[in-house]
């Protein structure tokens, strides 16, 4: 079960408007305007501000190197502060899994950060990369099943710092809104056999369900090149969304005899506004129940797979799932891939 969640954010932030105003000229400041004003955030934080670096044309490599400089200090803050939240001690910690679509090395953030943070030198460690936004629910799902069939704790931790991979002008519409849209976040969850004496809340991890739809595989990419990743989004997204979330959850939800009725807990993905209006209109939810997804696109942007940590850790302090209600974890990624975690709380 998920017993804690800490963040980690970079200390440089800016808002929207400081965006619009660093990325416009005068043929498209119109468009730059339109695009900042409905993303639905106030503000982002990022490793690397374009405020102060112009890392648009920087290599590949200068970009992983860097971002190996600053995702460890966020990394074991995060980490130390998931440890303390629960109670944990490092010793303990049977595996580690770092999840990143932003940043790669060997030897990298897993041998560092299980070092750093006083992990012993048999942990086992798990790299989760390049996939995207929904990353953080199936590697929640492989981190589960080692707590589970080996009764010791696990740390997943997820590193983007989408800011390394601003790419080099002209920019087009997709590209204006990749720009717009993403923020650099790292998050540390912890999930143990048992909820641990003195912490209140947990989550217990009941099913897992995925699906993906190739046909429409380009709607979401991310490629390798050679001024760092190039974020592809198309505006179709929240179609496919809508086509195959009510099937898919309810699938989900029928398994365990359940409805949509019996959830009371969303935990969806901030992968952009038009993103929550599709979950939010597919599923008949209320307003109300993605409060929490739009606060967190609001505060951060959209941080990839720690996108959906930030949610789990706004809820669980503004309105924790409480023992035996049940809750969803919604996450989108290239495939195009779509992810449910049914929780119930503990």
């Known amino acids: 079960m998920v017993t804690g969640v800490a963040v980690a954010l970079p200390a440089i932030s800016y808002s929207q408007e400081e965006y619009a105003l660093l990325e416009g000229n005068d043929a498209k400041q119109r468009l730059i305007d339109r695009i900042a004003a409905c993303s639905g955030i106030s503000r982002r934080?990022?490793?690397?501000?374009?405020?102060?670096?112009?890392?648009?044309?920087?290599?590949?490599?200068?970009?992983?190197?860097?971002y190996q400089e600053e995702a460890l200090p966020l990394c074991k803050d995060a980490v130390a502060s998931a440890l303390t939240e629960t109670c944990t001690d490092p010793a303990d910690v049977g595996l580690i899994c770092v999840t990143s679509s932003t940043g790669y090395a060997a030897p990298g953030l897993d041998t560092r950060l299980a070092r750093d943070v006083g992990m012993p030198s048999t942990v086992q460690r798990l790299l989760v990369g390049h996939m995207g936004c929904l990353a953080a629910l199936p590697a929640l799902a492989a981190c589960a099943n080692f707590v589970r069939t080996q009764k010791r704790s696990a740390v997943l931790v997820n590193a983007e710092l989408s800011s390394l991979h601003l790419q080099p002008p002209p920019w087009d519409s997709s590209q204006q809104l990749v720009n717009a849209l993403f923020?650099?976040?790292?998050?540390?969850?912890?999930?143990?056999?048992?909820?641990?004496?003195?912490?209140?809340?947990?989550?217990?991890?009941?099913?897992?369900?995925?699906?993906?739809?190739?046909?429409?595989?380009d709607y979401m990419?991310?490629?390798?090149?050679?001024?760092?990743?190039?974020?592809?989004?198309?505006?179709?997204?929240?179609?496919?969304?809508?086509?195959?979330?009510?099937?898919?959850?309810?699938?989900l939800l029928s398994r365990h005899s359940i409805s949509l009725t019996d959830v009371d807990w969303w935990a969806v993905h901030p992968g952009g506004p038009r993103i929550l209006d599709a979950t939010e209109s597919s599923l008949g939810l209320p307003p109300e129940a993605l409060a929490a997804s739009r606060h967190v696109l609001q505060e951060h942007g959209n941080c990839a797979s720690a996108g959906l940590p930030l949610v789990v850790e706004e809820l669980q302090h503004r309105s924790p799932l409480a023992p035996e209600q049940y809750g969803l974890a919604l996450a989108f990624g290239p495939g195009l891939t779509l992810y449910a975690v049914l929780l119930l709380g503990v």
């Open 45 to 66: 934080h990022v490793a690397v501000s374009p405020l102060l670096d112009d890392v648009k044309h920087w290599s590949t490599a200068a970009r992983m190197c860097r």
């Open 221 to 251: 990419s991310l490629t390798v090149g050679d001024h760092g990743f190039r974020m592809g989004l198309s505006p179709r997204v929240p179609e496919v969304l809508e086509r195959h979330l009510p099937t898919m959850v309810g699938d």
């Open 183 to 217: 923020g650099d976040a790292v998050t540390a969850t912890v999930i143990q056999p048992e909820l641990p004496t003195g912490v209140g809340h947990g989550l217990k991890i009941i099913d897992v369900v995925a699906q993906t739809d190739t046909e429409h595989e």
